[in-house]
């Protein structure tokens, strides 16, 4: 497998090529080449990870220094590492592409401020997809906003199936599980079936209508065992949707530990598949056909995946009427970013 991480010197990238490199992703018996990407100014940066990747000596890592300063390439047993700042290297025949790699928002920002200055690069990369990448590459965008640029990325590269192209909400996911399990002092693996809708932004629905926890043999509803609607209705909603502010107001730098954990999940699942009827949201290409979402924006839905990537929207789930105008609210932001980016990209 070759997979590319962009923005390989940036926070997230710091916490997620350990996970990757160490086969808490593929799987410890999986080789990998892994790719990483950033712009020239973080060469330097870049060859430190290197170097850290190294220094962790992890049993299936062996790295051996063959080539220039701004493209390294190690030799390696199981895993191969190459980082680059040249894009035409960064997709060549990859099969997994973690697109990182963006400016990040800062303290009183909406991620859509960050669209003048990302689009770009996603315009940049689905380019580069389609001319250097498989045609079967699995696309996983997180730079923000992510479903966007997910979006433009799609448009520049159509000579890859949209159902390629994913964006990540599995941060949200997560974020809204473990609210539920701190709710009612369960482990988070016990809560299951959570639902993020829409955009990765204050406008996305965290929905646990389907939700089902787990207490010894016994499975019952989320909605029977937290019994307060008024709570999860308000307060838990919008602690998941305003989180990654939450985060930067306290950090001063947005989440990046917690985001890596998430791509890990999300890349993971796409690749062995999901289990059993377990679901999990990813933001996808709306075809139209899904819960009355029009076509033509990267919306975040359940779906349960097979082994080996294909994956299908979870159908025929009951949608109350608050959970319509909720999902429909989020859809509406999602068109008003696809225009901005129209523009831009124009
Ligand atoms: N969807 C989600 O759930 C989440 C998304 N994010 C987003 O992920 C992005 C990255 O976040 P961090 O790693 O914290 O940022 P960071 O600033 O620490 O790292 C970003 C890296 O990307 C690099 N970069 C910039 N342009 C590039 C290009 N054209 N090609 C390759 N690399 C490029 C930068 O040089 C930098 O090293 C941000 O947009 C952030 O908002 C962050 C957390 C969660
Ligand atoms: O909130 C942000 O803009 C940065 C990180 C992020 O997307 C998140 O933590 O959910």
Not at 148 to 166: E, G, M, Q, R
Not at 285 to 313: C, L, Q
Request: hydrophobic content about 40%; aromatic content about 6%.
């Amino acid at each position: 497998l070759k997979v590319l991480v962009t923005g390989a010197a940036g926070q997230i990238a710091y916490s997620l090529l350990y996970s990757i490199a160490n086969g808490d992703v593929f799987g410890k018996d999986q080789s990998v080449t892994l790719v990483m990407l950033d712009i020239a100014p973080m060469a330097g940066v870049l060859e430190g990870v290197v170097m850290e990747l190294q220094d962790c000596a992890l049993p299936s890592l062996k790295i051996a220094l063959q080539v220039t300063i701004y493209q390294q390439i190690y030799e390696v047993n199981l895993t191969l590492v190459i980082s680059t700042t040249t894009v035409e290297e960064a997709f060549a025949d990859i099969d997994y592409a973690i697109l990182v790699g963006a400016m990040p928002r800062r303290q009183g920002m909406e991620r859509k401020d960050l669209l003048k200055a990302n689009a770009k690069i996603f315009k940049e990369q689905g380019q580069a997809l389609d001319k250097f990448a498989k045609k079967t590459v699995k696309v996983l965008v997180v730079g923000n906003p992510a479903n966007t640029n997910c979006l433009i990325a799609l448009t520049a590269a159509p000579s890859i199936p949209k159902d390629n192209f994913t964006c990540l909400t599995r941060l949200d996911q997560n974020r809204a599980q473990s609210q539920i399990a701190a709710r009612l002092g369960v482990s988070n693996d016990c809560v299951s079936n959570v639902i993020i809708w829409g955009n990765h932004s204050s406008t996305q629905y965290p929905d646990v209508a389907h939700a089902s926890v787990k207490c010894g043999d016994t499975e019952s509803s989320v909605v029977s065992c937290v019994k307060d609607d008024n709570w999860l209705n308000g307060e838990f909603i919008t602690t998941v949707q305003k989180r990654g502010g939450a985060v930067i107001a306290a950090r001063k730098l947005s989440s990046a530990m917690s985001a890596a954990k998430a791509i890990c999940d999300h890349v993971r699942d796409w690749h062995f598949g999901t289990k059993g009827d377990k679901w999990t949201s990813m933001g996808i290409y709306s075809n139209g056909s899904n819960y009355g979402i029009k076509e033509g924006i990267i919306y975040s839905v359940p779906v349960r995946i097979a082994p080996g990537g294909a994956f299908t929207a979870v159908t025929g789930l009951s949608i109350s009427d608050f959970a319509r105008s909720k999902m429909d609210e989020t859809a509406e932001e999602l068109f008003g970013e696809k225009l901005m980016a129209m523009e831009f990209m124009s």
